[in-house]
Each structure stands twice: as C-alpha cells, then as structure tokens.
C-alpha cells in the first residue's frame, strides 16, 4: 500500500513537499520596496504587451482560419497593429450622451478594468530567483486564500459593466450590460465548483503552494475539472461562442455602446486582460504553473529560476490560443441554450464530479485498498456527460402549434419554438403553428 501511495497521482499529500527554488506564503512580504515595485510594473507592462499581441494574432489567426490575410501593414508581420489602434482611439472625440448619469458614466470603465490588473497579483510566473542580490519569487504576492481572491475580482469586475450598461441612459446597453450579470452570476458557480477538486488535492488555497503540489503531476488528470473550468471561463469572460452581452445583431454592441475613445479601449482591454487571468488561473491549478513539461522536468536546470518564465509564459499563450481558436470556429449560441448550459448541465455536473473525487480522496487518505486510477473514470465522465449534452431530445409541444407555455410555435425543420403573442391578438388552437387572429 505505501508503494501505491507513493506513485499513484490519487495519492498526492495534502501539503507536497516544497523545494527550495519553490515559494511559499512565507516567503512573501519580506522583499524591500524598490523589488515590489518592480514586480508592479513588470505586471502591469507584461499585461498591455500580452494585449497588443493577442489583439493582433486573433486578427492573424482568425483570417488565416477564413482564408484571408490579417494585418500585415503596420509593423514587421503588422505586429503593430494593435498599438496603432490604441493610439486611434485615444485621438478620437469623445462622446458623451445627454442622459448619462455622469459621475456613474467615468467611473465604470475604470471599476471594469482595475481588478482585471489586481487577480493577476497573486499569479506566479516563476520559481525562486535572485535579483540584484536579493532571493525573491517571480510573484508579486501570495495569500491563503489566492484563488478566492481571484474569483473574487473576476466577479468585481462585472460591476463595471453594469453600471456602464445603465449610466448610458440608452436601452441596449442597459439589456446588454443585465445579461452580463446573469451571465457571470451563471458561470461564476461552475467555475468555482470546478477549482475544489484542486483544493482537496493541493491542500491550500495559495497560489504558490499548489504549483508547488504539482512538482510530480499536473492537476490535469482532473480532467472533468479543467473542462468545466474551461468552458466557464469562456462564459465568465464573455468570449465568443458566449458573448451575448454584446451579440451586435440584437443589441448594437452591447453595455459598451454608448462610450468612445479611452474610456471604450478600457473596456475593450479590460476583456483580454481578463481573458489572460483566466488561462493563467488555468495555467497555475491545471498545467503545473512555471514547472518545465513531462520529462523536462526532471533536468533541475530547466525546472527553476528564470526559466519557469518561459514555460509559464509558452502555457499560457497554448491556453489564449485556445480562446482564438472557439471565436473563429463556433457560432453564437441562443441565450436560452447558453443559460441551460450553465445551470442544468454544468453545475450539476460539477457537484456530482466534486462528491467523487472527495469520496476517492477519502479511501486514499483513510488507507483503503484503492487500485483504480483516477484518469479512466474521469473520461468515463466526460463520455457520460457529453452523451447526457448531445442526446436528442424527445420532449413534445403538449397540443399541435401549441408549447408548453401556451404560446403558438413556430416550426424549424422537426423542431418548433415557442413564438410569444404580440399585444392585441389572441392564438387560436384551432389554427395552424404561428397563425394568429387579430382581437
């Protein structure tokens, strides 16, 4: 049994043990105020380069996907693209409309964009380095609690939206900036119920110590885990195929469409910094944080110092790609599909894959003979769960034309959508699907 505690990834200790070229939240809070400082600013600058880059390869990778160039002027490959468009919408007139609530208008692109800067604080990029002499972490800080100070500035953020949605004094926005909450509120639970399993196996909730956990295995094997999360993630940040809060056919752009010039760009930036943190979040529970990948590992010249940055860095763009890859290739989906998602499938099925590995958890901790890994019965899971997703429904209106609700449908192919009643007329069951009779 020792033998099997000691190499199965269901048996991974509560606390891994930590190396020296590895933080901990003791390590933090003792750097002088110049490193922070420029731990700060590292931060900050890597996340506005990280956002002209990825401004650009969506462009490219989109259009190499449709069969088109993408920008290829401005810059060597026009990798200045996004710097010039950033430089255009500072120059532009700003617009203000008569009815906004003004103090409401200037601040809510600013309570968008500032927590999206602060989740990426406790994200670590890399091990234990030495700067002009000083051993620090590649981290800016650490807490307990990291991830739920994460989570909670990811839901922070939607603030922003909201107001901006009503101090626009303009219907769509306001539509769209209640579908972002929804949305995140939706979302927000399955993303949250998909990080415990990592807890239950790292031990902590500090950043630092659960890619310390991850020294032998990446908390991938969770696979159910880091699909939930994944697809979350995407609803969380609004990307396509889950951007309803801004669907340009229904709401013209959505909470953001009455701003212009700066404040519309810290919107605008705002969703790709968040869309960073996100696969960084990923990057650090899921795929081992700054540690080298499968057999590089084991060589300790690649698995420390400066070079955790550039596995951190590699992971993290093969996530972002990830994002690119969903917008260029899926449609939008109906809101309805996207709010049963959430709620009917995947919460239910982050709970019920939450008391699982508790329960293997459990036995292996409590010394029971367990044999079985934990990698076939998460795919077992995943199959399961996508049978449950795809298999076609056989549920029936109740009457010929009429659904559920009383509402005349309107048939598609052999499926029929419910069609509300429109003020002044009245549905006859006697008529065929969508006929209507005037009161």
């Keep these: 049994m020792n033998q099997l505690i000691s190499t199965s990834p269901l048996s991974l200790p509560s606390r891994a043990p930590v190396a020296a070229t590895e933080a901990t939240v003791s390590t933090f809070g003792h750097d002088p105020w110049w490193l922070i400082l420029g731990k700060v600013v590292a931060v900050f600058v890597f996340l506005v380069l990280i956002t002209l880059f990825l401004i650009w390869a969506e462009r490219r990778i989109v259009a190499r996907m449709q069969q088109r160039l993408g920008p290829n002027r401005t810059g060597p490959f026009g990798l200045g693209q996004g710097l010039a468009d950033g430089i255009k919408l500072a120059l532009k007139e700003e617009i203000i409309p008569a009815m906004a609530d003004k103090p409401v208008y200037f601040i809510a692109p600013i309570v968008a ?40 500035c990811s ?67 969770l696979v159910p885990s880091f699909v939930i999360y994944m697809v979350s993630a995407v609803g969380e940040t609004n990307r396509a195929p889950f951007d309803l809060p801004e669907a340009e056919g229904e709401l013209v752009g959505g ?35 700054w540690h080298a990948p499968f057999l590089l590992s084991r060589v300790p010249v690649l698995n420390s110092g400066w070079f955790g940055l550039v596995w951190f860095t590699l992971k993290l763009l093969t996530v972002l790609f990830g ?9 939008r989906l109906r809101y309805d599909q996207f709010m049963r998602l959430g709620w009917k499938l995947l919460i239910p099925a982050s709970l019920v894959w939450l008391l699982l590995v508790a329960a293997m958890r459990t036995l292996v901790v409590e010394d029971v003979n367990l044999r079985r890994n934990l990698v076939p019965v998460g795919i077992v899971f995943v199959v399961l769960l996508l049978l449950v997703s795809f298999w076609p429904s056989s549920k029936k209106p109740d009457r010929d034309g009429e659904g ?5 449908e309107i048939a598609v ?9 429109l003020p002044g007329e009245q549905t006859d069951p006697t008529l065929a699907p969508r006929e209507v009779t005037r009161a």
């Design 255 to 289: 909470f953001h469409t009455e701003y212009s010039s700066l404040k519309f760009a810290l919107f605008f930036l705002a969703e790709y910094i968040n869309m960073t943190t996100v696969s960084a979040v990923a990057t650090t529970l899921f795929l081992g944080g």
């Design 323 to 331: 994002f690119i890859w969903l917008r260029g290739t899926l449609p």
């Design 413 to 421: 192919g052999n499926r029929a959508f419910p069609v509300p009643v």
């Design 113 to 152: 964009t500032i927590p999206a800067f602060l989740a990426f604080a406790v994200i670590p990029v890399g091990g234990v380095v030495s700067i002009f002499g000083h051993v620090t972490a590649l981290q800016v800080t650490d807490l307990p609690v990291a991830v739920l100070f994460i989570l909670a």
């Design 155 to 221: 839901s922070f953020g939607v603030y922003g939206i909201v107001l901006g949605g009503w101090a626009s004094g303009s219907t769509y926005p306001l539509l769209g900036a209640l579908r972002s909450a929804a949305q995140v509120i939706s979302y927000e639970v399955s993303l949250a119920l998909a990080l415990v399993p990592i807890f239950l196996y790292a031990g902590s909730l500090s950043t630092s110590e659960i890619v310390a956990a991850q020294n032998r295995f990446w908390f991938v094997f």
């Design 404 to 408: 559920e609700d009383g509402h005349p």
